[in-house]
């Protein structure tokens, strides 16, 4: 055997580096060493042949190869896991822990407080002997491999913090001895090491993380820390089998104290266990089925938090989810009434539901951060988080109880109110339709975007059922899916048609809006009234013809399939082969063919009266009359260039909308001779030599006409 101190050695042959071994590079046969620390802190290492380890690791890349799911609680809450860990190493109960925040020197002028620098976690367990020691030096160390270790925990502080120092006393043989080191950055896992005699009574250790890296500590208050400290370490807290060591926060600043074990045992307690009805629940994997054990807790005063799901791996919370992703009735909190009102306040709280297995302690990652199977699905595995999380949701929510069942039924009633007030044509979908997903309060918007989605999907599946009907040779089977189809199909025409009648309702309101004067006492321009019924500088090129509210001057128009809207007849060129133009003159057709009649229409502004006046360039009957001329003389084409077919015997339809004060009805009585109608809302004429009936119709017949025709439809939804 021979000896040496830390360093490179020629021994037999053989490149040695003594600094630290371990077993989790082993590398090839060759030559090792076994190495221990003497008392005076010199290095014996004895060569065993047979393996040679290597001793070096790049440090800075694992640390940098860090990133599943860590933050920077992560060291703090492996720090006091370690220290439990140690404690329950010689104590079967009993214990204490304390954990001092460290803060830097400036203080913020808002809150008074300094940024938090680091942590020191201090015990009283076993401390770093010679196997704890070399356990630390050991990537992937297997020491606490029964307790669920991963041997990499340490490497998470200096993925948040820049030095980690170790002072601890152990036991030696009967004799309490002191040890001190640092964790390396380089290739070193322990640098800086001395052990000496010490006068200490008892063993423990004290564990030192700082100089906060580019990410900042989130959180600068005791009470802030404490509870995201408790609500990690809560697996702890409750174990049924281990009693937790009492865990101390301590603010180095002022020295103010937290108990977090006071959480859970003062009267006035903050965490409060809720009976869950199925504390177990069983998820078949692929091969075998999984039991997952859900607890699940009130937390109270929660400030900005949410209620959420914590899957646990060897007794440390691994991920969450907010339980609103699988229950939108969570996103709020909750409230506990006293039943003394007059000396108590409610106390608001959320939800926290922990959740165990044997599943998730195999499945963890290494950094804790994450597990190996997959988010939403899980082919490999056989159970995905999300499978887990949902089924947890189930669980809290049964054990909240009426609380979830009030907010559901409020949430129904503001779905029922949109529908009843704003969307009626939804009535019958709604009736099918899982409004679970929605939030908890539902804009209309979200109602709306969800019936048009349940629409869609109801659609797509009987178009699907009618393909299936068709590609089917089975008569028999197909009558009764033809009638189960039909009825699907005859629900959503309903639904299309209601949708169309209350689009109507709303569109009047909006005319008779337009016909009245504004808050200056002046009536509405031509252009805004045109607008409803059909909007200007527009063709079918840029605007479906379903679009038009044609249907308010006559419901024939309907059938429209090509419209131009205030665009000039000479020189417009549309790839459609009927001609419309609005506004100065317009007029509809079927085909070109010289037997379908042609529609002109003319609109004037409300309560405008002077195309009455005998120098007026604007009168409206005679434009309708020269536009019927030019068609005839063949002056225009169809916008594919073709003649517009009209013959003798072609009949034409004009129209002139506007206000009928007593200057206009004198004009078109005595001068133009046309008839009133019946109801004197109108007048009519007919010119036999061009074969054009016109008509001259007050905008409150138009309004009035279309209401009346629209009144029993609107009646029937009640609107």
């Known amino acids: 055997m021979g000896s040496c101190r830390e360093g490179s050695r020629f021994w037999k042959g053989a490149v040695i580096r003594a600094s630290i071994l371990r077993d989790s590079f082993v590398n090839d046969v060759s030559i090792g060493l076994r190495c221990r620390y003497l008392p005076v802190g010199e290095r014996r290492c004895e060569a065993v042949a047979g393996v040679r380890r290597l001793s070096s690791i790049n440090i800075k890349r694992a640390v940098e190869n860090i990133r599943s799911g860590t933050t920077v609680y992560t060291p703090v809450i492996e720090l006091i896991v ?268 959320v939800v926290k539901a922990y959740v165990f297995g044997d599943y998730l302690d195999r499945n963890v990652s290494l950094e804790r951060g994450a597990f190996n199977f997959q988010r939403d699905s899980d082919l490999i595995y056989g159970i995905s988080q999300s499978q887990i999380e949902a089924r947890v949701a189930e669980a809290a929510r049964d054990a909240v109880g009426e609380e979830i069942s009030a907010r559901r039924e409020r949430k129904a009633a503001r779905i029922e109110e949109y529908i009843a007030t704003e969307a009626p044509w939804h009535r019958a979908l709604s009736r099918e339709a899982d409004f679970s997903s929605l939030p908890m309060k539902p804009s209309p918007e979200e109602i709306e975007l969800h019936l048009q989605t349940a629409k869609f999907q109801r659609e797509v599946q009987t178009r699907a059922q009618v393909r299936q009907i068709l590609e089917s040779e089975n008569t028999d089977a197909m009558r009764d899916q033809v009638a189960e189809v039909v009825a699907s199909i005859s629900d959503t025409s309903k639904n299309d048609l209601i949708h169309y009648v209350s689009m109507r309702k709303c569109v009047l309101d909006l005319f008779g809006r337009a016909l009245e004067i504004d808050d200056s006492g002046k009536h509405r321009s031509e252009g805004e009234v045109h607008d409803i019924i059909m909007p200007r500088r527009k063709n079918t090129e840029t605007l479906d013809y379903e679009q038009h509210n044609l249907w308010i001057l006559d419901e024939r128009l309907n059938f429209t399939e090509y419209v131009t809207s205030d665009l000039p007849i000479d020189g417009g060129r549309t790839d459609r082969s009927d001609v419309t133009i609005f506004n100065r003159r317009i007029a509809f057709r079927g085909d070109n063919q010289p037997s379908n009649p042609i529609t002109i229409f003319e609109f004037k502004k409300p309560q405008r009266h002077d195309f009455a006046n005998p120098s007026s360039d604007d009168d409206p009957v005679q434009q309708i009359i020269r536009y019927v001329n030019q068609i005839r003389e063949g002056r225009f084409k169809t916008p594919k260039g073709r003649d517009i077919l009209v013959s003798d015997n072609t009949t034409f339809y004009g129209y002139v909308v506007c206000d009928l004060p007593k200057k206009v009805s004198d004009w078109l009585l005595y001068e133009k001779n046309f008839t009133v109608m019946p109801d004197a809302l109108g007048y009519f004429q007919w010119f036999p030599n061009i074969r054009l009936y016109m008509e001259v119709l007050s905008w409150t017949k138009v309004l009035a006409d279309a209401e009346m025709r629209n009144k029993v439809f609107f009646h029937k939804l009640g609107i």
């Open 82 to 349: 370690n220290a439990i860990q140690a404690i329950r190493a010689i104590k079967p109960a009993g214990g204490l822990i304390r954990v001092t925040i460290l803060r830097g020197k400036q203080i913020d002028m808002i809150d008074r407080l300094a940024s938090v620098d680091g942590f020191i976690v201090e015990d009283d367990g076993i401390g770093f002997d010679q196997a704890h020691r070399d356990s630390f030096d050991t990537l992937y160390s297997a020491l606490k491999a029964s307790d669920g270790g991963k041997g990499f925990g340490r490497f998470t502080c200096l993925k948040y913090f820049d030095h980690l120092s170790v002072e601890s006393v152990f036991n030696d043989n009967g004799e309490l001895r002191s040890r001190r080191f640092e964790m390396g950055t380089g290739n070193d896992i322990i640098i800086s090491e001395a052990v000496d005699e010490t006068d200490e009574g008892s063993t423990g250790s004290k564990v030192t993380i700082d100089g906060v890296k580019a990410v900042k500590f989130p959180d600068k208050g005791i009470d802030i820390i404490a509870r995201v400290l408790v609500e990690r370490l809560l697996p702890y807290f409750i174990d049924r089998n281990s009693e937790c060591p009492r865990i101390v926060v301590v603010d180095g600043k002022d020295g103010t104290t937290v108990i977090l074990n006071d959480y859970l045992s003062l009267d006035n307690r903050q965490i409060v266990e809720l009976t869950v009805a199925e504390p177990q629940i069983v998820i078949s994997s692929q091969e075998e089925e999984q039991a997952f054990d859900v607890r699940v807790f009130k937390f109270y005063s929660p400030r900005a938090s949410k209620s959420k799901i914590a899957l646990v791996a060897h007794r440390r919370e691994v991920t969450d989810v907010t339980i609103q992703t699988y229950i939108p009735e969570f996103a709020d909190e909750f409230y506990d009434k006293p039943e003394d009102r007059s000396t108590s306040r409610d106390r608001n709280y």
